[in-house]
């Protein structure tokens, strides 16, 4: 039985800095559970102080521990009995149902076995790539040696907290850096536990420490942080440039940086089976309530085949049944708070003033008390300049155009600010791979839509949807920097 009451849930408390909990003289903020908007928590954010000390606590942990100078294999040992506790702890999953937006039934079978796979995909890289040898003349010897930066600054947001953390954690700490990860403040607690299992596998205290509190406090100290060598961040694009920004001012620090998104789904009148295509674009659109930034919410379909495809979307829609997140049977996530959904309220209005129009959905569920869980929406009439086409909106709403060639197809599915993701429907290989070429997207899909449990595979968006890449050996690299050295003998 995976249902819990939330009102017997332990929360780990405040800052996590050199194995202990630790508490702050920071402004203090109200923590709402998403499922019903009632505050279950107070904390205080970390001040500039409360950071300097995290990061100062990780610099000097790498030295008196070793971790960074330790047998890369070892590094492994102890990232995989992390992963290890991972999915045997109870409690950690409770806490992600309760303070995010992910149902408990999803956080057993999805988030936690995910994260836990993304370290140990990480620790089985510690020993696998490290520097090379070049060819140089027969008197000398060249050679490119791979080192951690030091310390690497996290931030995380609220939509998937442990699978997020799992991404900024598993690699940098598997190529001998310390983290100090700042979680979103919506979202503060699984991450803590996640932190304190990481001691109990074995990690050194002060290797990886949490700070809570508000991007505008804590994140933007952590990122001016001058011991901070590096910074890895998932959030909104308009956080992600005054990141960039401050990291290129205070340090000239690199960065990695996954950002918004707002991508299509490009259905071509071969796509196939009908009703296939209906479920993958709604989970496409709706999973996590929408709340995701590889959401695929610009459905883009070929005219001879829009009205059955479109009428079969808006049939799955409204057989959607919101529940709270910490119910066994509950599948459909709410919005995470009341600010969220008043911003796809408004994105809604200003697009139906521009002449969209409702085809389902368009507001909130009648029946769910004070949590924000939004109907699964369709806006139809929508031309490229509306704002539903324009603007993440960050909730489950899919606008629906039309086109009738390939090239007119190709041309609507391009955006000027976003190329995250991009999803494909055809079953012709010439088509899809002219497709694949044409879309300036940094993941596309053909035939499927979202993820996979590919660690291997990188993700990360193009234009104004990030730099640098999450996931895949790519993201471990990212995590070290490159020492060319020459010997002549």
Same mark, same amino acid.
């Given at each position: 039985m995976l249902s819990f009451d939330p009102e017997k849930v332990s929360l780990p408390?405040?800052?996590?800095?050199?194995?202990?909990?630790?508490?702050?003289?920071?402004?203090?903020?109200?923590?709402? &559970?998403?499922?019903?908007?009632? !505050?279950?928590?107070?904390?205080?954010?970390? *001040?500039?102080?409360?950071?300097?000390?995290?990061?100062?606590?990780?610099?000097? /942990?790498? %030295?008196?521990?070793?971790?960074?100078?330790?047998? =890369?294999?070892?590094?492994?040992?102890?990232?995989? &009995?992390?992963?290890?506790?991972?999915?045997?702890?109870?409690?950690?999953?409770?806490?992600? /149902?309760?303070?995010?937006? &992910?149902?408990?039934?999803?956080?057993?079978?999805?988030?936690?076995?995910?994260?836990?796979?993304?370290?140990?995909?990480?620790?089985?890289? @510690?020993? %696998?790539?490290?520097?090379?040898?070049? =060819?140089?003349?027969?008197?000398?010897?060249?050679?490119?040696?791979?080192?951690?930066?030091?310390?690497? /600054?996290?931030?995380?947001?609220?939509?998937? =907290?442990?699978? +997020?953390?799992?991404?900024?954690?598993?690699?940098?700490?598997?190529?001998?850096?310390?983290?100090?990860?700042?979680?979103?403040?919506?979202?503060?607690?699984? *991450?803590?536990? +996640? @932190?304190?299992?990481?001691?109990?596998?074995?990690?050194?205290?002060?290797?990886?420490?949490?700070?809570?509190?508000?991007? @505008?406090? *804590?994140?933007?100290?952590? !990122?001016?942080?001058?011991?901070?060598?590096?910074?890895?961040?998932?959030?909104? #694009?308009? #956080?992600?440039?005054?990141? +960039?920004?401050?990291?290129?001012?205070?340090? +000239?620090? =690199?960065?990695?940086?996954?950002?918004?998104?707002?991508?299509?789904?490009?259905?071509?009148?071969? /796509?196939?089976?009908?009703?296939?295509? @209906?479920q993958r674009i709604l989970r496409g659109f709706t999973a996590n309530g929408g709340q995701a930034c590889v959401a695929g919410t610009r459905l883009i379909v070929q005219r001879n085949i829009a009205d059955p495809l479109v009428e079969r979307l808006a049939q799955l829609c409204r057989e959607v049944k919101p529940g709270v997140t910490w119910q066994e049977d509950s599948r459909y996530a709410p919005l995470i708070d009341e600010r969220q959904g008043n911003k796809v309220c408004s994105v809604i209005e200003a697009a139906k003033a521009q002449g969209a129009e409702v085809l389902v959905g368009g507001g909130r569920f009648a029946d769910t008390d004070d949590g924000w869980f939004w109907q699964p929406t369709l806006l139809s009439h929508v031309t490229q300049d509306n704002p539903a086409v324009q603007q993440e909106i960050f909730g489950p709403v899919l606008t629906v155009q039309t086109f009738d060639d390939e090239e007119q197809g190709l041309a609507m599915a391009a955006h000027d600010t976003y190329g995250l993701c991009a999803g494909v429907h055809t079953l012709s290989l010439p088509r899809a791979l002219r497709a694949m070429r044409a879309i300036d997207a940094g993941t596309v899909w053909i035939n499927r839509y979202g993820r996979s449990g590919d660690f291997i595979i990188p993700t990360g968006g193009f234009l104004g949807s990030g730099i640098g890449k999450d996931l895949g050996r790519q993201a471990f690299q990212a995590c070290q920097r490159q020492k060319s050295v020459l010997i002549d003998f």
């Amino acid at each position: 039985m995976l249902s819990f009451d939330p009102e017997k849930v332990s929360l780990p408390a405040g800052h996590y800095i050199g194995g202990q909990h630790c508490q702050s003289q920071g402004a203090s903020f109200e923590v709402k &559970r998403p499922s019903d908007g009632r !505050v279950y928590a107070t904390l205080q954010d970390a *001040t500039p102080q409360d950071v300097d000390r995290a990061v100062t606590v990780a610099h000097q /942990a790498l %030295k008196s521990s070793g971790w960074s100078g330790c047998p =890369p294999r070892e590094r492994g040992r102890v990232l995989r &009995r992390w992963a290890d506790l991972i999915e045997q702890d109870a409690l950690l999953a409770q806490l992600e /149902a309760l303070g995010s937006t &992910r149902p408990i039934n999803d956080v057993v079978l999805h988030e936690i076995p995910f994260t836990a796979e993304a370290i140990r995909f990480y620790a089985e890289c @510690a020993d %696998k790539y490290s520097g090379d040898l070049f =060819p140089t003349r027969d008197s000398s010897l060249g050679m490119l040696i791979a080192e951690p930066y030091g310390v690497i /600054a996290a931030i995380t947001p609220w939509n998937f =907290p442990l699978s +997020m953390a799992s991404w900024k954690c598993g690699p940098a700490l598997a190529a001998g850096n310390a983290v100090v990860l700042k979680p979103s403040e919506l979202t503060p607690f699984s *991450t803590v536990r +996640m @932190a304190e299992l990481a001691i109990q596998a074995g990690l050194p205290a002060g290797v990886l420490n949490i700070v809570q509190g508000s991007g @505008a406090v *804590t994140g933007s100290a952590l !990122v001016k942080h001058p011991l901070v060598r590096k910074v890895s961040f998932t959030g909104s #694009t308009l #956080t992600g440039q005054r990141i +960039m920004s401050d990291a290129a001012q205070h340090g +000239m620090k =690199p960065v990695t940086l996954e950002l918004g998104g707002k991508s299509p789904q490009l259905v071509f009148d071969d /796509a196939g089976d009908l009703e296939v295509l @209906a479920q993958r674009i709604l989970r496409g659109f709706t999973a996590n309530g929408g709340q995701a930034c590889v959401a695929g919410t610009r459905l883009i379909v070929q005219r001879n085949i829009a009205d059955p495809l479109v009428e079969r979307l808006a049939q799955l829609c409204r057989e959607v049944k919101p529940g709270v997140t910490w119910q066994e049977d509950s599948r459909y996530a709410p919005l995470i708070d009341e600010r969220q959904g008043n911003k796809v309220c408004s994105v809604i209005e200003a697009a139906k003033a521009q002449g969209a129009e409702v085809l389902v959905g368009g507001g909130r569920f009648a029946d769910t008390d004070d949590g924000w869980f939004w109907q699964p929406t369709l806006l139809s009439h929508v031309t490229q300049d509306n704002p539903a086409v324009q603007q993440e909106i960050f909730g489950p709403v899919l606008t629906v155009q039309t086109f009738d060639d390939e090239e007119q197809g190709l041309a609507m599915a391009a955006h000027d600010t976003y190329g995250l993701c991009a999803g494909v429907h055809t079953l012709s290989l010439p088509r899809a791979l002219r497709a694949m070429r044409a879309i300036d997207a940094g993941t596309v899909w053909i035939n499927r839509y979202g993820r996979s449990g590919d660690f291997i595979i990188p993700t990360g968006g193009f234009l104004g949807s990030g730099i640098g890449k999450d996931l895949g050996r790519q993201a471990f690299q990212a995590c070290q920097r490159q020492k060319s050295v020459l010997i002549d003998f």
